[in-house]
């Protein structure tokens, strides 16, 4: 069976391996980005984009030159090229499986997408899935956003009789390890204002997103023969662990959802002498953030009086909520629901419980709120994505392009 051209760009995208990694001085992270970003400016230029450029810093920009003399605002559409670091990204092998039966579905020894797991799967009973083999993540999140904007852009270019304003695309790196808008030149881009194709399911709306900040503890120890520790001994490791426990277990990634925001613990590592621990923290309001520093900051105190200057607490701020910045263009929320109704597909809002490069981008001028990329269990090897919810988001955005240039 052939594939339609939104999915074999998507199949093509996805066994490029593009793995972002934190903490890292240069930007992209990873010169695996780098394959990918000149690619899509090779693509981009053949179908008939111009202005197609590759910054230093692996942003690939083009455009779609206007096809009428009316004022119309620029539209701009974003997605990211670098796959999560929480599983590995390469080599991605990708296989469909045709008109899912709603069972469990096996990828390799010992890993599946079972229902009773991933409730979501019921949604796609009778829908052609894209799925791993179960030793990598897939990378829908977000090469099929990519892929869906660049298939609209053949499309718009194609058909000379329709009647828009200029379209920008970018495509961005690093987005994964929080720094995809760092270096985002927002005036060479020239948009008025941008989706970001980067959520979950079809129908997905969201301009609400976490506030979010990054914590490193530093716990310095005492190493001393254990016979003789009496008194003496500080245990990095153990004053860590009493650190975790000081904050709300009931607020952690796994005990929340909606609204409430979190703790995370991502990683631990040391020995008596010497500990670090790294945190997410997550809330949508920024009195609440707020109170999670204080409360870090507290606990460090305590740990400190009862054992000794032992325990340092850095705090990072990572991006803020840009429902502030969205709300006064309200009318991008109401072009993308009708664009959905339009072609079928029921819009629904949700906040967005993580970050998208859109929420730094509407803080720099660029109101850019998200869109469903239609990727799910994203950052994990069980990643799927819909064929079918691929090919309708790419109906969707060429809606939007209609719409916005009424």
Known sequence: MSESKVIERFLRYVQVGTT???????????????????????????????????????????????????????????????????????????????????????????VSIDPAVTPSLKHYVGQDLIVTDGHTLLGADDKAGIAEILTMAERVLADTSREHGKIVIGFTPDEEVGRGPDLFDVKDFGADFAYTVDGGPLGEIEYENFNAASATVNVQGFLIHPGTAKGTMKNALTIGMEFDRMLPMSERPETSEGYEGYYYL??????????????????????????????????????????????EVVIRDSYRNMKEMILPHFNLIEAAQEAYRACGVTPFINPCRGGTDGATLSFMGLPCPNLSACGENMHSVTEYVSVQAMEKMTDVLCEIVDRLAR
């Open 20 to 110: 972002s990694k934190h903490d890292e001085e240069v930007m992209p992270s990873t010169r695996c980005q780098w394959v990918l970003a000149r690619k899509l400016a090779a693509e981009m230029a053949e179908m008939g984009l111009v202005n197609v450029r590759v910054s230093q810093n692996c942003y690939v920009f083009g455009e779609i030159p206007a096809t009428t003399d009316k004022d119309l605002p620029v539209l701009g559409f974003v997605a990211h090229m670098d796959t999560a670091p929480d599983a590995p990204g390469e080599p991605v092998k990708p296989r469909i499986v045709r008109s899912y039966d709603g069972e469990k579905i096996d990828l390799c020894e010992g």
């Open 266 to 311: 991502t990683a631990m590592e040391g020995s008596t002498d010497h500990a670090v621990m790294h945190y997410i923290l997550r809330d949508f309001e920024q009195e609440g953030m707020d109170g999670r520093k204080a409360l870090m900051k507290s606990a460090a105190e305590f740990l400190n009086r009862r054992y000794g200057d032992c325990v």
